[in-house]
Each structure stands twice: as C-alpha cells, then as structure tokens.
C-alpha cells in the first residue's frame, strides 16, 4: 500500500519512521475478545496507514526529508479459532481468507494474536505466516502486533503486555510504540480527538437527517459564514474611519502649517511694535524728560497736564497696553488680533498669562473677533470718565450694557482667550468696531 | 518450579498433552550427547486462571546440543489439544526453519505419542544446519567443517555451534562437538558396571572451541560417559595434548582418537596381563593364595612361610599394569604396630620387568621373597609387638 523503504545515500538522508496509535475503543475490543478467548487468539487490524513528510534544512547537511508512517488502527476483525487461515505447516488459505475478511480486506494493515504466559517475541509459525500475509495482502509493511498476558503464579496480578513489530525491517528495527490517544493523565494534557473516520450507519443517518439546522448546502457549518460577515461588515468599517482619519489628518496639517505661519506674523509685529514703543519712547524722552512714570505710581501730579492726567487716569488702561507693549513678557498672543473669519480659532484654548498686572481676564469671544468687549470690561472699570466719552463711546457703552450680560457667564472660561487689546478711550487709536 | 523432576513437570501438564511429553521426558535423547536429556522447565498454561489445573500447556524444553544448552519454547494450547504446537526459538532469532522439511509437522498426529519427539529431532537438524550456513562468516572454519564432514568417521556424528560475534571485538567463535570413533566394546564389564549412574550409551565426546575465527585461540575438552571415565582411571583420562597452533582438526581429531584407543587398549591388554599374572601364581604358590580377585584381577593375598615364619603377601596389579609395578605389601600374621594393625611393610620397587610373562614374574617373585624375608622378619621383630 504505501512504500516506507529506509534508504541512507549520504547526502540528504531519507529517513522512515513509523508511529502507531490504536483508539481506546479498539484496544479494549481487542483486550475483551482476547482475555475471554480459553486459549489463544488472533485475528486482523484494520485502519490506514498515513504518510507525512517533513524537510528539515540544517547547516550539517543539505535538507533531508524525514518520512512519517502514522498508522491508525481503527478496528479490528478477530478470528473465532485458531489455524482458521493456516494450515499446519503455516501456509495460509486466501480463500478462507477473503471469508474472514469479506470486503474489509483493503483495509488491513495488520493482524495481531493473543497468548499467555508466553515471551514478547514472534514464533515460528507467526512467521511463516506474516510473511506469506505480506504477500498475499500486498502490503509490504504489514505489522503484528502481538499480546502477552503475563500471571503470577497466585493469579494476583496480571499483566497484560503489547508489542507492534513491523517484522519486514531488518531486525535490529522492529519494534514500534503503540500509543492509545488519551489513555493517561488528561488532566495535564488535553484531550485528543482521533481522526478516525466513523463508520457508524446510524450516525451517519442522525448526522444525515439534523445536519440542515448546522450546515448549509455547501456542508459549511452556518455560524461560520455568520461570523464571516460580521467580520466583513467590520473591516470595511474600520477603512472607512481610516479614511477619516487620512482626511482630518491632511486639515490639521494645513492648520498646523496656518498656525506656525500666524506665530511669525506675532512675532513679527512684536518686534514692529517694539521698534515704535522705542522710537515713541525716545521721542517722548525728548519732550517730556522727566515723564518717566510708571502707570501705578499715583505720586503723579494730578494738574500737570490734562491730556497726561487723563493719560494718567487712564492709565490702568492705557499703561497696561503700553505696558503690555513693553513688557515684552507678556505673552504675544494678547496683543494680536485674530482674523475675525476663523470661528475655530475660538475653541482653542490659549494660554493664560498668569501674574501679568491688572491684567483684566479676557472674556470669550463673542463674535467681535476685535476685542471690543474686553473694551467694554475695561470701560467699566474705568467706568468716570465714559460719561466724558464721545458718542461714539457712549455708542460702545451701550454696547457694554448689552454686553455686559455676557463676560460674567464667560469670565470663568478663562481659557478660551480674546486678546485683551484695550484700546484706550479718547485715544488716537478708534476701536476699530465703531 | 525450573528444579522439577520429570514426573512432578508431567503431573502439572494437560492430560492431553501428556502422552507427547513422557515422550520426550522420559526417552527423549537426542544429539550426541546423550547423557543429558530433553529437561522441561517453566510450566505456564493459556487457559484462563478460571480453569482447574493442571492446565499446563506451554513450556521451555532445554535441548544439550553441542556443548550449549538450547531452551526452546514450546506453546501447546490445552482447549485444542490436537493442534501442533508452535516454538519460539530463544535467542536464535534468525533461524527460521522451512516447514515444508519438517514431516512431522506438516502431518502432525497428536494421536501418536511419538510426534512431539520427533518434531524435535527434525528442528535440531534443521539448526544444525542453520549453524552450518553461519559458518560461512569464516572461511577457516568452514574450510574445517568442510574437510571433518568428508572424512566418513566424523562427518555424520558432528555437531557445531556457530557462536555469536563478539560485539567488542568482532570476532566470530565457533563450537565443533565430534563424537569420536572409538570402540569401546571390549572394555572388561567389570569395570563399567560400577557407576551407580544410567550408563547409557558409552561414548567420548571432544570437544574444540574455537574463540576466534583464525583458529589461534582453541580450547579442547575431552567428554567421556561416566563408566568409560571410570573404566579408563577416572579425570586423568582425560588429558589430551593441547591443539597444535595452526594445525586443524583433520590431523587433530584423529590423534586424539588414537590416544583414546590407545588407552583403551591399555585397559583391555592390562586386564588380560593380570588375569596372567593371577593364574601364573595360582600355580606357583597353589595351596599359599589366600584369596585373590577373581573379576578384575586387581588383588592377590599369599600366606607364606620361611622357617617357621608365617607371613601374608599383598599383591595389588595397578590399572596399566604390566606398565606399572604391582605393589607388594608383606604383613606378619604374629606382630601388631602401636596403632593396632598388623605389621607390615610396603615393597614398590623390586626386580621387575614389564616383558616378563605370568610365570617368570611369578618365579622372579618367589625368588625376591626369599632374599626379602629375613629382613622383614626382623623388622617385624624389632618393631611389632606380639
């Protein structure tokens, strides 16, 4: 049936080895008809013999292909007497043969007997007759598998002994371990399912009968292709968020590119800013020596000049911006304008300026993207002098009543930042809102 | 259960079996060496430990066979009894012999009470052949196989072991058991019906083991049945000259044959030679012969006398006489040494020769016992005691 020669040709070793395995139901069938049988019994093993072959490249040598005889003994047909096949000289009857084994002759792979008290080793006659079974069954690595069944002389103990010889090799490689799948500590290992094909009518009809509730039409069974879809349905999910993502990822990138290129345009006006503060500065040194005031110092003159007062009065106001102007700490931010048409530049959070003085909080935005509401904060703050605001100012007033109903709810979202541009009242600076 | 005597192994056997195996226990010889038989050990059964014995219907059967002892198993099943048996052949696993050229197998009888035995003596052949192809492995020991199986003495009654190789060195050895043609017939009965053992059939067996197949390391042993060791003067019968390095058993086991010839027929001729030298006294001394032995000729007892000086004459004839001297012990009948026995005094050496016939030793004798006595007489006098 299946050729296993072991051939060693140097380079690329081709090597056969067999394993065998019998089911527990089978053994137990075997061990039952033997242990009851009043003398010796025999009869023949039925399975399939399965080969596999395994490449193993290595430095020592150039692959060598292992071959693997698996032999799976599923059932087995045992013989009622003794010399039933045979005669007495040990030659075998194929008639009577094919008789025991009517249409289940192809799937022999070997015979086995049963004897007591007797050495593990084949005799005479078995012998003779495994090698006229390897002829006549054409199977040239027929296997026998013999029982030895060993008693103390009390009967208190009882062995019972198996040995698989493939007695077709030379002789130093006869025997092979027999393995009954599960027959052991199952705890520690798993159990083993048997790929032994079941020939059972009945189960086959049962099988045969509610095997629609499993299977569809292609004997797949239905859970699978339910599962199937579910993960169908589930990949193309998860590439259509990839394409999401692809796509938000290219807009932040653009407005991350926006962002870097408004912070060069913040510090560029800074350093503009700065440059005029300094010319200012120097022009006013000119004029004014000794105008040198920091805007808290309330030591100043209240009558010196009236534009100065109010420059003085003002100067929370004023000097903060100035200040704001000079005192470069501050962070830049505040003293920009945001483009008025980016409604998401108002939900990002921009930093606070902790510990910058008098600095009013800034109030959300509230759709002037011009800072015209912290205006109107500061207005109130410096609430005397709006009554000596222009209309326009008092325009901006009303402005603020109306407004004013919106930084307390905002005030606390500190966070969310307009540039607390305080333009000055009365200053040569018109907020640009009027 | 392996030290049984053949009737307590027979008991235990099946009932239906047991007509084979008295067979073979209580006639059973086969191979040269007859001496020992077919023993049965180790008695197990194949029926269920339900059945009620004796069940026995398995067991080892030690076959001697050329100088080894094979253990054959033999698996008999009591449920069928008239099946033939099956063998395991113990540790020769290769010998397979053909069933076709075992009649009685193939036409196995288990009627006839004979077949078991026969079986066996057909199996030992077909070993002794299969022994033989194993020596092919050498070709010095088959070129002695060879030449020992044309000469006809030897050929037909030759047994050889062909021993496993040795697995340290290689070395193939090798055990020839020839059964020598000697003739042991005429060998005075007397001298065989001694042994308190079966005789059996008289016969020498040499044996030459050979260590290596070179033939440099060759051992051989000499077996004879126990009369013809007891007839021929006990172990030192057995002393064979060693195997000559690079001779071969063709010019051997012939030399060592005529050697055993030979000393049988010393035995025979120094069994002739004393009944001689017996009757030659008997007519010398007449009425001075005490007694004397009158089966093997071996002892001659005289009562002399000399002025009046009575004294006894022990004649002993050794085994290879004439070859060997009789030894002559004088005894006084009146004298007693301090230990209560009779005075006397041993003679090994005196005018001897082994060409005298009966008469002149008998005359020579006389002559030697007159000139002998004064002597003893005083002796006897000085230090015996009345």
Known sequence: MYSACAKDCGLGAYVSIMAASISGYTFSSVCYHSANSNSDHEGFLLGEVRQEETLSISDSHIGSSEFLSVIEVHNHEPCAQLFSFYDYAGNVNEENLNRILKDRRKNVIGWYRFRRNTQQQMSFREQVIHKQLTNILGI?????????????????????????????????????????????????????????????????????????????????????RAIFQVYSALQERVQAVCGEVDQSERVREKIQEEVNKLKEEIALRKRNSAEEERRLQEATAVTLPDNSA???????????????????????????????????????????????????????????????????????GLGNGDGSSSDSLNRQATGQEDEDNSDEDSSEYENLVSEQLQPPSLSEAVTLGRPATVWPDGDAHSPPGS | MNSLSPEAALSRISPELRPLLCTVVRNGRVGLDSSGCLRIT?????????????????????????????????????????????????????FLPEPSELPHLVSWDAGKPECLLQL????????????????????????????????????????????????????????????????????????????????????????????????????????????????????????IPAFPGGGCLIDYVPQVCQLLTNKVQYVIQGYHKRREYIAAFLSHFGMGVVEYDAVGFTKLTL????????????????????????????????????????????????????????????????????????????????NGKL
Request: hydrophobic fraction near 35%.
């Open chain 2, 42 to 94: 180790d008695l197990k059964t194949g029926c269920t430990s339900l059945m009620p014995g004796p069940c026995c219907d398995r067991f080892k059967l030690h076959i001697p066979y050329a100088g080894e002892t094979l253990k054959w198993d033999i698996i008999f099943n009591a449920s069928d009894p008239e099946l033939p048996p099956d063998f395991i052949f113990g540790e020769d696993a290769d």
């Open chain 1, 140 to 224: 040239p690595d027929l296997v026998f598998l013999l029982f030895s069944f060993i008693s103390t002389a009390n009967s208190s103990t009882h062995a019972l002994e198996y040995v698989l010889f493939r007695p077709n090799r030379n002789r130093y490689n006869q025997k092979i371990s027999l393995s009954i799948p599960n027959l052991g500590n199952t705890s520690q290992q798993e159990y083993k399912v048997s790929s032994v094909p079941n020939t059972s009518k009945n189960y086959a009809s049962v099988i045969k009968e509610h095997g629609t509730d499993f299977f569809d039409k292609d004997g797949v069974m239905k859970d699978i």
């Open chain 1, 294 to 364: 920091l805007p808290d110092n309330s030591a100043l003159p209240d009558s010196s000049h009236s534009s100065l007062t109010r420059v003085v009065l003002s100067g929370p106001s004023v000097e903060p911006s100035l200040e704001r102007a000079v005192n470069s700490s501050s962070p830049p931010i505040y003293s920009t304008t945001l483009p008025p048409d980016s409604p998401s530049a108002i939900l990002l959070p921009r930093p606070q300026a902790v510990g910058s003085p008098g600095h009013p909080s800034p109030s959300v």
């Open chain 2, 303 to 382: 009562l002399l006398m000399w002025k009046d000086f009575c004294f006894l004459v022990h004649v002993d004839l050794p085994l290879y006489f004439p070859r060997d001297q009789p030894t002559l012990t004088f005894q006084s009948i009146y004298h007693f040494t301090s230990s209560g026995q009779l005075y006397s005094q041993v003679q090994k050496s005196y005018p001897y020769s082994p060409r005298w016939d009966g008469n002149e030793m008998a005359k020579r004798a006389k002559a030697y016992f007159k000139s002998f006595i004064p002597q003893f007489q005083e002796g006897a006098f000085a």
């Open chain 2, 120 to 239: 066996v003596k057909e199996l030992l052949q077909q070993y002794h052949q299969y022994q033989c192809q194993r020596l092919r492995d050498s070709s010095r020991l088959l070129f002695e196989y060879d030449s020992l199986l044309d000469d006809p003495n030897y050929g037909r009654s030759m047994e050889i072991y062909a021993g496993r190789k040795n697995t340290w060195t290689g070395e193939f050895s090798a055990r020839f058991l020839l059964k020598l043609p000697v003739d042991f017939s005429n060998i005075p009965i007397y001298l065989l019906k001694d042994t308190a053992l079966d005789p059996g059939e008289d016969v020498a067996l040499l044996s030459v083991s050979f260590e290596d197949a070179e033939a440099t390391q060759v051992f051989p042993k000499l077996y004879l049945s126990p009369s013809i060791e007891h007839a021929l003067g006990g172990s030192s019968a057995l002393h």
